[in-house]
């Protein structure tokens, strides 16, 4: 999964004197470093877990991911990432909106805050949780009174998920917003439209490929997590197991070919992202030029 | 519609922006504010929009008190200084989008929209660039849009804030006289803010000057070229030069001797004297003049600006002459001001 501290920029060509090029031998060696851990620590992994989720043939491999409990993991997944993916998205634009149009006292308290989760542990982050809503928690016993089940069910997962992903879609879209500033929308108000017309017509398609990429990592995260989701979620099978908690349950069963089968799945959804995600930096880049030029 | 401006203050975080603003704008008037940047005539601007709200005192439009109206209430066309088109929208979205916008009955057909954001192209003479995007125009085009976009929703009143700020010279001068000819076919009243006293001098019905958050003077170019009520206005509009100088029963004295000048209103003591550097008559002898030596002399276009050193070492003015005159090969140069002013000294 990609990191979200190591953004990747596009590669500046810039013509470089012969003064400040290295011998061609540094070059190779240089290289050769570069290509040598990406094969062992990026591309080597990925072949392992297609190679041993595909070891006992296709047969094998479908059929374990026909399985009920993997399929319920599978399920469960998704839902996660369907419900803290949109609750991110509103999150997302309304403090990317207060922080970039706006001048309040601890803005600067708020876009660290926002940060948090990228410094907190998402063990810690899961814990958290378990201390307010557990049965010894601070809410818990309110809960329990009131027949709310949080933790070691869906609610939990899904708090845990959102808190980790929370960023994502900010931290994308308050540079992008501060750049842009607040000229359109005054234009707009200035022409008889009211806040909403505003945020439909003129603030949202400014930042939409902004938004779309912040979304796809937000997306990617959501389905990875594993840290925080660990701990709230109790690992019951086929009701409270996402797909990186069920893989770690296949694997330490000795289940190899089922754990890789959904190892897999999770390795293809990083691909897909990967490339939507250069697809998007291309489009995305060329926008930025574009308003850049204005 | 007419605009008057009711002794408004503004403040931004405790820190005033304008002391107490007064100004009235006629209907289909030309107006322009100006000064340079910090003297609070591009909030002044803002005010009247309604982009801004007044700490203290009114607007009102026409009879109506207009101060606490939002900009959407107040049905002004206003033009930004970076234009602030919206980029992914067409050319005709961008003038349609204020009708467009619009609640209800008011809302005409989306054919009507696009019927009138033609028309507008033509006014502006944008004609058939209906498809093209934001990106695809020149600066000058650019401008030409946003002010077809404003003045597609009709407006009362029509605000421009630098209009002319982000073009080169040429395209200025040609949009200046542009904006001209607009304004007395549709006869908008019309605002505009800008750092050029020539653009203002040449554009407007009445220039505001503005420092320091206080509007200096209003009037007609030649009120403001020809009899400048303050020494900020001097210095600010137009070359100016200036002398300290002493008045004496109303005679007008500088060091120990008088210039021939007389200023029978004004009180004795120590006082400014302001004129312009090409508005000088020379004099062969000097008996009521004032009298320098050539330090430097320069060729500025048509004529030859002579810099004169008075009275010793400290005093420096600059006056202008015909290149070909005499006295520009002279050391000695004698002249007397032709119009000039005199401030109390501060």
Known sequence: MADPEIKSYAPHHESRSAAVTESRPAQAVLMAIVFAFLGIFLLLPLIIVFHEALAKGVGAYTQSLSDADTRSAIRLTLLVAAISVPLNIVFGISAAWAIAKFEFKGKAFLTTLIDLPFSVSPVISGLVYVLLFGAQGLLGGWLKAHGIVILFAVPGIVLATVFVTFPFVARELIPLMQEQGNGDEEAALSLGANGWQTFWYVTLPNVKWGLLYGVLLCNARAMGEFGAVSVVSGHIRGLTNTMPLHVEILYNEYNAVGAFAVASLLAGLALVTLVLKTLLEMRYGAEIAATRGH | ?346
């Open chain 2, 1 to 346: 519609m007419e605009v008057r401006v009711a002794n408004v203050r503004k403040e931004f975080d405790r820190f005033p922006a304008l002391h107490d603003v007064s100004l009235d704008i006629k209907s289909g008037e030309l107006i322009a504010l100006l000064g340079p940047s910090g003297s609070g005539k591009t909030t002044l601007l803002r005010l009247i929009a309604g982009l801004e709200l007044p700490t203290r005192g009114n607007i009102f439009f026409g009879d109506e008190d207009a101060s606490n109206k939002s900009i959407q209430e107040r049905n002004v066309g206003f033009v930004f200084q970076h234009y602030a088109l919206f980029r992914h929208m067409t050319v005709a979205d961008n003038i349609g989008f204020g009708l467009k916008v619009r609640h209800g009955p008011s809302r005409p057909p989306a054919q009507e929209i696009r019927r009138r954001a033609s028309e507008l192209l033509d006014l502006v003479q944008l004609s058939g660039l209906e498809k093209r995007y934001p990106a695809q125009l020149s600066g000058g085009q650019r401008q030409r849009v946003a002010l077809a976009r404003a003045m597609a929703i009709e407006p009362k009143v029509l605000l421009l804030d630098e209009p002319f700020g982000a073009l080169d010279a040429q395209v200025r001068r040609e949009l200046r006289r542009w904006l001209r000819e607009i304004h007395d076919a549709t006869g908008h009243t019309t605002v505009f803010v800008t750092h050029d006293q020539e653009e203002a001098l040449e554009l407007a019905d009445r220039v505001v000057v503005m420092s320091q958050g206080r509007i200096e003077q209003v009037g007609t170019a030649d009120d403001i070229y020809d009899t400048p009520n303050s020494p900020f206005v001097y210095g600010f509009i137009g070359e100016s030069s200036s002398l300290p100088v002493k008045v004496e029963n109303g005679e007008i004295w500088l060091a120990d001797r008088p210039i021939g000048l007389a200023a029978p209103h004004e009180p004795s003591g120590e006082a400014m004297l302001y004129f312009r550097p090409h508005d000088v008559e020379l004099l062969d002898g000097c008996s009521g003049c004032i009298a320098g030596t050539v330090a430097a002399s320069r060729r500025v276009a048509g004529t030859r600006r002579v810099e004169l050193e008075i009275g010793g070492e400290r005093q420096r003015v600059e006056i202008e002459l015909p290149v070909d005159h005499p006295a520009a090969q002279k050391s000695r140069v004698a002249f007397r001001p032709g119009r000039w002013k005199l401030f109390p000294d501060a």
